[in-house]
């Protein structure tokens, strides 16, 4: 500088105006705006004029600008506390002393302060009471405080404040506060030099109390924004928001585990769209009319999913109102019921169920009389009628039958009542055994074959496996009182047709199944007819008699056995009684259809053979052959009509060959050979009939049977003929 004033000496020029820094007598420096000219006041001698202007506010004005450019960049770029603390720590560094820098926030409940950032020199106090603490007392004033040493005593000593820690030269807080509410406080203090922090200072410190508590406040918006949204997002219950005109907007995802409508579905939709129409218009006039007027809706609404299914909620209907006062959107939270509903509704059934259980026992009170005293009658009468001098031989046995079936009915009766007062009372046990499933369906189907031969309504039986393979473990005695009683009734309601008792294996269960084409039983009657005392209508218990008591000990001891009792039926479409129970096999090595071990059945895989036959005698002697046939293993399906054989053909594509018998009900045999060969043109199929001239046989090959053999069949003839073409296979 002193040269460029010499050289403005000499040349007489002025130096252009610049920037600098002065040093004041303190020492402090201060910077000017400085002009420098030479004027000859006396036309000789030169004198130096210099004009310097104070920037000192301009450049502390500069200062705050650019700090607060930066905290502003700092905050939106930071995205945790802690680092926009050190951003502010550093830049503060630049303009006043931060080697003793503090942060604490208040908390209300607890009337604390704690410490989010502590960098001091002496101390660290993690969390002091907010009461008499120099930070309680820069709260307290609502503004910045500027406190030296002297000053910090004299509060002490007046008891406004106590002291914690070391005390500083000099103390400066700041409060940290956004629309009057209190953060906390910003600090910093200094234990060696008094006259380190000034007015410039305060207001540095303000500029970044503020923009701190800018920041502050919004992440703890974003937080409790952040934390309600997960409150709704994640709730238990349905939320929706929609429009003031309905339109919905926000769905939560329980609306979409609820109702099965994503959010970009349901978006922009009326609500209605679950509408299920149970309630009325003036049901949802109402409703629309209390939202609107500002008011919230509560109440029970019937919806209905996207997949048709039907569910009840308790709804909560709100206004979302602006600061104005204006209604912008509705918020409806919904609360699934359905279980509630229908446990309600049971609770009623039960109720209603009660009082029909007591009207039943009534009747079945009445009934019992009728029911015992109708056989004692024939008992009675009958054993009088015996002692009648005179009477012819066969009139005494027809008198003893009579009182025979009598007794046994009576006995029925009693067996009835006793074995439901056991199972009232969980007194019935299961006494498992090993038996023979064939043999035992064999003897009740020999039973019962002769009273359905008496009424002209054929009975079948169809046996799911060979009889050595076919031993089970469960209890007999059980099984023989639900299969007999499930045959008494098929017996009892089917006046023409058939009856069918067959079994099979399915997912590890043995299924037992009774089919006959009575009477059939209404759906609304199927879960009736197996309580207690329970007929399907009052006519046909007048027509048929009995107790009904029936179908409810043999649904009851199904359970005991681990199983249960279910009814497939139509009115006037017959019926089919399932008794499905856990499979037990007597011996693990035959659990597969050939009757041998796992490892042999894949050297000697058993051929599938589908028999059509219509007569159950006739395909027992053909079952009775194939079992006696040690060479091969058979697996064999009965079909009972041409129409029956088509269908499992169709249906079970390893039948390896067909005995298709040409008389048969529904579907005679050459319509069906016809059908089947359409589908499969290499299954072998053999025309087994009583029609026995070249040219049934003609007929029959022309139908597509690839062979003929006439009843009555001999056992050699019929295994050359199948291995002929199960040969190759």
């Not at 995802?253 to 309630?279: C, I, M, V, W």
């Not at 399932?578 to 000697?604: C, F, Q, R, W």
């Not at 079909?639 to 039948?655: L, P, R, S, W």
Request: negative net charge; aromatic residues 8%; hydrophobic residues 35%.
């Amino acid at each position: 500088m002193k040269e460029e004033i010499g050289s403005m000496s000499e040349s007489r020029k002025a130096i252009p105006p610049a920037e600098l820094s002065l040093l004041r007598k303190d020492g402090s420096q201060v910077s000017v705006f400085s002009s420098h000219t030479i004027l000859n006041r006396d036309g000789n001698t030169p004198e130096l004029y210099c004009v310097d202007l104070d920037l000192t506010k301009i450049k502390n004005a500069e200062r705050l600008n650019r700090l607060q450019y930066n905290l502003i960049q700092a905050s939106i770029n930071t995205k945790n506390l802690e680092d926009l603390f050190e951003s502010v720590k550093n830049e503060l560094n630049s303009l006043i002393d931060v080697k003793n820098f503090l942060v604490a926030f208040y908390d209300e409940e607890s009337g604390s302060l704690s410490a989010k950032v502590d960098n001091d020199e002496k101390d660290q106090i993690p969390e002091w009471p907010l009461e008499k603490s120099l930070s309680g007392y820069v709260i307290r004033q609502n503004k910045p405080v500027l406190l030296r040493k002297n000053e910090i005593k004299r509060l002490h000593e007046e008891g406004i404040i106590e002291l914690f820690g070391t005390t500083p030269e000099v103390w400066l807080g700041v409060p940290l506060k956004v629309e009057g509410n209190i953060l906390g406080t910003i600090v910093v203090q200094n234990y060696d030099n008094a006259d380190v922090y000034d007015q410039t200072s305060v207001e540095i410190m303000e500029l970044v109390a503020h923009e701190l508590s800018i920041f502050i406040d919004r992440q703890r918006s974003e937080e409790k924004t952040n934390k309600l949204s997960r409150a709704v997002e994640q709730s238990s219950v349905s939320v929706v928001i929609t429009n003031r005109e309905g339109c919905i907007e926000y769905v939560n995802t329980f609306f979409t585990k609820l109702t099965g409508y994503r959010l970009e579905e349901a978006k922009g939709k009326n609500p209605n769209l679950l509408k299920s129409d149970h309630q009325s218009k003036a049901f949802y006039k109402e409703l629309w009319a209390t939202i609107l007027s500002g008011n919230d809706w509560e109440g029970e609404i019937l919806n209905k999913k996207k997949n048709g299914e039907l569910y009840w909620v308790k709804t909560v209907i709100s206004p979302i109102v602006s600061n104005e006062g204006v209604i912008t959107h509705f918020v409806s939270i919904e609360q699934d019921i359905s279980e509630r509903k229908k446990m309600l509704e049971e609770l009623v059934t039960a109720k209603e169920k009660a009082v029909e259980s007591d009207r039943l026992k009534t009747r079945f009170l009445n009934n019992m009389s009728h029911e015992i005293r109708t056989p004692m009658n024939g008992i009675i009468g009958f054993s009088d009628m015996l002692d009648e001098p005179g009477l012819s031989e066969e009139r005494r046995k027809y008198y003893s039958k009579i009182i025979q079936n009598s007794s046994h009915q009576l006995l029925r009766i009693i067996d009835d009542i006793l074995e439901i007062s056991t199972l009232e009372t969980k007194q019935e046990k299961t006494i498992e055994s090993e038996f023979c499933l064939n043999d035992f369906l064999m003897e009740i189907f020999s039973i019962f074959n002769l009273k359905s031969k008496e009424r002209n309504i054929p009975l079948y039986l169809k046996k799911g496996w060979h009889d050595d393979q076919s031993y089970i473990i469960s209890d007999k005695t059980k099984l023989n009182k639900i299969v007999s009683n499930l045959m008494e009734n098929a017996l009892k309601f089917t006046n023409e047709g058939y009856i069918e008792l067959g079994y099979y294996i399915e997912n590890e269960n043995l299924k037992l199944y009774v089919k006959d084409t009575g009477i059939g039983i209404s759906p609304k009657n199927h879960r009736k007819i197996f309580d207690r005392f329970s007929q399907e209508d009052r006519e046909i218990a007048n027509k048929h008699g009995g107790l009904g008591l029936g179908l409810s000990i043999s649904k009851e001891n199904a359970q005991l056995l681990g199983g249960d009792i279910t009814l497939q039926s139509e009115k006037g479409q017959g019926s089919v009684f399932l008794i499905t129970l856990p499979y037990k096999p007597a011996d693990k090595s035959h659990t597969n259809k050939t009757g041998e071990t796992v490892e042999d059945s894949e050297m000697n895989k058993p051929f599938t053979i589908l028999i059509a036959e219509d007569e159950e005698v006739n395909y027992l002697f053909l079952e009775a052959l194939f079992e006696a046939n040690g060479d091969r293993n058979y697996q064999l399906i009965h079909a009972i009509n041409g129409k029956e054989a088509v269908d499992i053909c169709m249906e079970n594509q390893k039948i390896d060959l067909v005995l298709m018998d040409i008389k048969m009900p529904v579907m005679n045999g050459h319509e069906a050979a016809d059908k089947i060969k359409s589908k499969c043109p290499k299954l072998p199929i053999i025309a087994q009939t009583a029609y026995s001239t070249e040219t049934d046989r003609q007929l029959a090959l022309k139908h597509g049977c690839d062979d003929f053999i006439s009843k009555p069949i001999h056992k050699e003839k019929l295994f050359n003929t199948i291995d002929k073409y199960l040969m190759g296979k």
